[in-house]
T-cell receptor, first 111, second 112 residues
Framework: QKEVEQNSGPLSVPEGAIASLNCTYSDRGSQSFFWYRQYSGKSPELIMFIYSNGDKEDGRFTAQLNKASQYVSLLIRDSQPSDSATYLCAVKGSGYSTLTFGKGTMLLVSP | DTAVSQTPKYLVTQMGNDKSIKCEQNLGHDTMYWYKQDSKKFLKIMFSYNNKELIINETVPNRFSPKSPDKAHLNLHINSLELGDSAVYFC???????????FGPGTRLLVL
């Protein structure tokens, strides 16, 4: 059974701070890693994906992957109230495997 | 210029009824998916089709039957609806099986 674990939160940070969201996964053969953001009542939207160990930056977002530790994280710099949402970590194995989603971490950014 | 669309957006029905949800994507993607998101917000894959062929069928009751008339459409028919079927159903698509998925707006199903 492939599992993706996230702290459900809420994670509360003040505006302008760095928010750090973490995710661990059980399938060592996993190859692709995604972060989705889901506002309440809306559909998940892709923020970033990462395939290789290390950091990947896109604007205020940085994804970090450590396959040896089976750990992937998302950093949000200069957090804004509009970043308040649930962040879903998703992991994909090889071949025709599906995305396995974590239960999401709720982020609250206070003005 | 909607990418992935679903109809209806809301569906309220009685136990035992049969209902269908439709999904269309205009992204030219080869692969489409159905997900269920329950009240605890856990998003779980139900089915996946690649070029109209079923490639993934997770442990889903036989009451759920997907149909893909062409690459751009993936419909979900549910027979004999039960209270536990109440959830948000999301359709998604991706260029190929291994690539990034894009989600539709969801269909909120409430079974009374």
């Amino acid at each position: 059974q492939k599992e993706v674990e996230q702290n459900s939160g809420p994670l509360s940070v003040p505006e302008g701070a760095i928010a750090s969201l973490n995710c661990t996964y059980s399938d060592r053969g996993s190859q692709s890693f995604f972060w989705y953001r889901q506002y309440s009542g809306k559909s998940p939207e892709l923020i970033m994906f990462i395939y290789s160990n290390g950091d990947k930056e896109d604007g205020r977002f940085t994804a970090q992957l450590n396959k040896a530790s089976q750990y992937v994280s998302l950093l949000i710099r200069d957090s804004q109230p509009s970043d308040s949402a649930t962040y879903l970590c998703a992991v994909k194995g090889s071949g025709y495997s599906t995305l396995t989603f974590g239960k999401g971490t709720m982020l609250l950014v206070s003005p | 210029d909607t990418a992935v669309s679903q109809t209806p957006k809301y569906l309220v029905t009685q136990m035992g009824n049969d209902k269908s949800i439709k999904c269309e994507q205009n992204l030219g993607h080869d692969t489409m998916y159905w997900y269920k998101q329950d009240s605890k917000k856990f998003l779980k894959i139900m089915f996946s089709y690649n070029n109209k062929e079923l490639i993934i069928n997770e442990t889903v009751p036989n009451r759920f039957s997907p149909k893909s008339p062409d690459k751009a459409h993936l419909n979900l028919h549910i027979n004999s609806l039960e209270l536990g079927d109440s959830a948000v159903y999301f359709c998604a698509s991706s260029p190929m099986v291994q690539e990034t998925q894009y989600f539709g707006p969801g269909t909120r199903l409430l079974v009374l």
